[in-house]
T-cell receptor, first 111, second 116 residues
């Protein structure tokens, strides 16, 4: 089942913050975040496994809610290099190594 | 390691022709995934393999699509006959085995397929 991402697109000025959400109707085993720049392959950012988990570093971080049905990606003080499409990928059950991606959020950073 | 290698990078073919996309995963990775990316549908999982065995092919659109992994270092995705609606970027990705959840998936550069 495909996770739902929001917003579909966002435009920010350099230095502004953004939040991208990923939600599922069922509890998830894990959630993965990837970034894809135009014309390139998706690149792994991070994976979250535990309800209530937060990880990442100061500028790019993510959280996984207690029910393990929603994850958010936080981009702080955005830089031009953050532009791209962000995807969340989800595994729904233990032992089913099927990584299903959301439809993506296109992030554009302008100077 | 050179990463996941896909070939060709670009393919233009006429409707009705057979198309074969190739993928060499990262050595030692047990999982191999084939994805299709379009503007309308995003990244769709077509099929994935574990230790060369197809595990889930529920995302394969129809019988015109088939995938094989004859050994740990090679996989193919074949479309026969091809149709204009198959035009998309096809990605292959591989991931190491952990015994737990999937870890990082490493994507190839993709094959941009255009069927005219």
């Amino acid at each position: 089942q495909q996770p739902v991402q929001s917003p579909q697109a966002v435009i920010l000025r350099e230095g502004e913050d953004a939040v991208i959400n990923c939600s599922s109707s069922k509890a998830l085993y894990s959630v993965h975040w990837y970034r894809q720049k135009h014309g390139e392959a998706p690149v792994f950012l991070m994976i979250l496994l535990k309800g209530g988990e937060q990880k990442g570093h100061e500028k790019i971080s993510a959280s996984f809610n207690e029910k393990k049905q929603q994850s958010s990606l936080y981009l702080t003080a955005s830089q031009l290099s953050y532009s791209g499409t962000y995807f969340c990928g989800t595994e729904t059950t233990v032992g089913n190594e099927k990584l299903t991606f959301g439809t993506g959020t296109r992030l554009t950073i302008i100077p | 390691d050179a990463g996941v290698i896909q070939s060709p990078r670009h393919e233009v073919t006429e409707m009705g022709q057979e198309v074969t996309l190739r993928c060499k995963p990262i050595s030692g990775h047990d999982y191999l995934f084939w994805y299709r990316q379009t503007m309308m549908r995003g990244l769709e999982l077509l099929i994935y393999f574990n230790n060369n065995v197809p595990i889930d092919d529920s995302g394969m659109p129809e019988d015109r699509f088939s995938a094989k992994m004859p050994n740990a270092s090679f996989s193919t995705l074949k479309i026969q006959p091809s149709e204009p609606r198959d035009s998309a970027v096809y990605f292959c990705a591989s991931s190491p085995r952990t015994g737990g959840p999937l870890t990082e998936a490493f994507f190839g550069q993709g094959t941009r397929l255009t069927v005219v």
